[in-house]
């Protein structure tokens, strides 16, 4: 998950790459290679403990000024499913490039929670509950409040939230 953004970003250049994308590429391989001995460990616990996280970068592309979503989801404090994606429009504010971004974990979020569910139902056991952090405060209103709209905001909170 460590290089996921780097290589979505150097691939979109991969029709017409310049020196600085080869360089790019290149510093992926050596982290690479320096850390081949790492490795995703699952801790043991009482109960299966499974949560995602999102976030966007509001208009993180100076050329287009589009955004970028990105989430993580853990099982047993290892990551099990990432992404990281260019939003296909220009949002306007902060809180909704993290709605879009929060939008595309819940996809992804969904169809992982399920499968849990299913394998341990198999078990006879129970699934987790499907949480995702999110740190925009607006962002988490309009998800408690679906049928209203809050003010456009262009600064995030450091508090992290469920929704």
Known sequence: ???????????????????????????????????KTHGICFK???????????????????ADRKSTSGYTFMLMSAPVSWGSKKQSSVS???????Y???????????WIHRLLCEILAAANETGPELMIREDNQSC???????GTTAAPSTSTSSTTTSA
Do not use: C
């Open 44 to 62: 043991p616990g009482d109960k299966i403990d499974f949560r995602g996280y999102s976030d966007a970068d509001w208009a993180g592309d100076l």
């Open 92 to 98: 306007l504010s902060t809180s909704e490039a993290e």
């Open 1 to 35: 998950p460590d290089i996921a953004y780097a290589v979505g970003y150097v691939s979109r250049f991969m029709e017409n790459p310049q020196e600085e994308h080869w360089v790019a590429v290149k510093r992926i391989f050596r982290y690479l290679q320096g850390t």
């Open 140 to 146: 988490i209103k309009m998800t408690k409040n679906p």
């Open 100 to 110: 879009i971004a929060l939008s595309l974990a819940i996809q992804e979020g969904k």
